[in-house]
């Protein structure tokens, strides 16, 4: 600890705002092309043009993990949100059959309301994060902070019980998910399967052949059944 504070400090004293490292300049240029792409994603009127861009985004995202030495988050948002979300975002758009151009029903009357919003919850972030680490400095020429070994120490010795009932959180989620999808099942295959009252009750009564030849009416009882 007291080699990491020895290091922190000396990277604080050595670098400033004034005098940007090459990973910093990088982190820069990163950052505003996430940040246009996830501009583009949200003001395109194509949806597949959108989901491709919000792959750039979280990309971008991913590429700015590893800057900051933060290895395992950068994967799992590879794998993760990357491999996984967007994906599955693709192949809804395909079996649904979105509309490949320009779709004017994409845009939404409440946008201005949406950007205030939006720059409501960034200014507040934005504020959190500074306040927070006004004073941290990462080495990032040194040994990787964020590693698969300092993450999982970190989050099975400090971040356990958290861990443990967001777990407990999701398979809840899963579950309850599961009982509304089959009651919704169960529900429409009882109107499927149930007669409409127009046609209960019309059955018809006309003669019937009783394989004499002869064409015998059929009694009410008989017609009802």
């Known amino acids: 600890m007291a080699a990491h504070a020895t290091t922190t400090s000396a990277a604080s004293e050595s670098q400033g705002f004034l005098s940007p490292t090459g990973v910093e ?14 501009v583009v994603t949200v003001t395109t009127k194509q949806l597949v043009h959108a989901a491709l ?12 993990y590893l800057l900051l030495t933060a290895e395992f988050i950068a ?14 975002l693709l192949f809804g758009l395909m079996l649904t059959r979105a509309p490949i ?41 040194g040994a990787a902070a964020g590693s698969t070994e300092v993450t999982g120490a970190s989050l099975f010795q400090s971040w356990v019980l958290p861990f443990e009932a967001l777990s407990v959180l999701l398979l809840t989620a ?27 009750g019309t059955r018809n009564h006309g003669p019937r052949n009783d394989g004499t030849g002869n064409d015998t009416p059929r009694s ?4 009802a059944r």
């Not at 300049?25 to 996830?38: D, E, K, P, S």
């Not at 861009?53 to 700015?64: K, Q, R």
């Not at 579950?175 to 209960?200: D, F, H, M």
Request: aromatic letters at 8%.
């Open 75 to 88: 994967w799992v948002q590879v794998l993760i949100y990357v491999g996984s979300v967007v994906v599955l």
């Open 101 to 141: 151009g320009r779709s004017p029903d994409a845009d939404s009357g409440n946008r201005w309301a949406a950007l205030t919003v939006a720059i409501a919850a960034a200014a507040a972030l934005v504020w959190v994060v500074v306040d927070a680490f006004r004073t941290t400095w990462i080495d990032l020429d």
């Open 53 to 64: 861009w919000l792959v750039v985004t979280l990309g971008g995202l991913a590429v700015e």
């Open 25 to 38: 300049i990088a982190f820069l240029l990163v950052g505003l092309v996430t940040f246009g792409a996830a």
């Open 174 to 200: 899963l579950v309850g998910a599961i009982v509304l999808s089959r009651r919704a099942k169960a529900n429409a295959t009882t109107t499927t399967s149930a007669p409409s009252p127009r046609n209960a």
């Open 220 to 223: 009410d009882k008989e017609g």
